[in-house]
């Protein structure tokens, strides 16, 4: 018998957030991702809590019965008080609970103080790192974890990894991790929208991640099939027309 584990899938608006919550995930994270699958943007220190807000807001119009986690996006959180100022900001657009990235107590503390579910996240932080990478010091991460839990957070995610260190932290706090990338052994799992259904860039294939559709080559063949029918004639047909 497995333990039920925590299902946490990225959505950005109003239909990701619909397909999220049919397939019945636990929560919905509304990412700062979103910088690179939905903008097109090299970073995500490139977006803020303008285009945050917006992207909480049409998630949560779709009533999901998932927790919604607004991502704390770069610069939002510099201070505690700043981040519960910008955490207040995101319940009020919809979020159940926000994330912070990155070894910050202070202000994790005051999020959790006013009554306001606060999810860490250690390991990878793309925030503010040169690129991806694997963060192997075992002291610190677990330093770290203790810190977040003592602070008041209600969930770590553990981006990038080792499993055996993921493992380790999982058994040594007492509030849920959330791997991606960070293996079998943490209390859940949270993977990008856009890259489990294969509708993000293709040559993103990084270890730790299993498509489980490629939607993204099925919507080109319908598009170029509508294209050719507009060219040829074929669309619309007479059933088309009022
Ligand atoms: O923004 C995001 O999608 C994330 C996940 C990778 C955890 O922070």
């Known amino acids: 018998m497995h333990a039920k584990k925590i299902v946490m899938v990225t959505a950005y608006d109003y239909p990701s957030a619909k397909i999220a919550n049919a397939a019945d995930v636990d929560m919905i994270l509304v990412g700062d991702s979103a910088a690179n699958v939905i903008h097109g943007m090299k970073s995500t220190k490139e977006i803020g809590m303008h285009e945050m807000l917006l992207h909480v807001a049409a998630v949560s119009r779709s009533k999901p019965k998932a927790l919604v986690v607004a991502d704390m996006p770069y610069g939002s959180d510099t201070t505690p ?9 995101f319940i009020k657009a919809g979020a159940g609970a926000v994330k912070i990235e990155g070894a910050k107590p202070q202000a994790i503390e005051a999020i959790a103080k006013a009554g306001i579910l606060a999810m860490g996240h250690l390991g990878y932080l793309p925030q503010t790192a040169e690129k991806p990478a694997v963060e192997r010091d075992e002291k610190a991460l677990l330093r770290d974890a203790k810190a977040l839990e003592a602070a008041g ?12 260190i993921a493992k380790k932290i999982s058994q040594t706090i007492s509030i849920p991790t959330i791997g991606i990338g960070a293996g079998r052994y943490c209390s859940g799992q949270v993977l990008v929208f856009h890259d489990i259904l294969g509708l993000g860039d293709p040559d993103f294939n990084p270890k730790f991640l ?15 099939k509508y294209a050719k029918e507009v060219r040829e004639g074929k669309f619309p047909e007479k059933k088309n027309v009022y």
């Open 81 to 89: 008080l700043k981040a519960l100022g910008n955490a207040r900001l």
């Open 153 to 164: 957070a209600s969930w770590i995610v553990l981006e990038l990894v080792p499993e055996k």
């Open 210 to 224: 299993k498509k489980y559709a490629s939607l993204g080559e099925g919507a080109v063949k319908a598009i170029k």
